[in-house]
């Protein structure tokens, strides 16, 4: 997932977020649950890894 929001790097935290939420249900087949904390584990892990590609380069 971090590798299809790689684009978003440069953007705000909460940008990112965002665009987790609709792919969200592709990738794992169920929508984005912000009360589940597995879900917004998933979804952290993902913002990590698309704000560290900034870092990196």
């Given at each position: 997932m971090a590798a299809?929001?790689?684009?978003l790097k440069d953007a705000d935290e909460a940008?990112?977020?965002?665009?987790?939420?609709?792919?969200f249900l592709e990738v794992y087949?169920?929508?984005?649950?912000?009360?589940?904390a597995y879900?917004?584990?998933l979804a952290g892990a993902v913002v990590a890894a698309v704000k560290s590609e900034l870092s990196e380069s």
């Open positions: 299809r929001l790689a684009h940008t990112v977020w965002e665009a987790i939420v609709p792919l087949g169920a929508p984005c649950d912000r009360n589940n879900h917004c584990a």
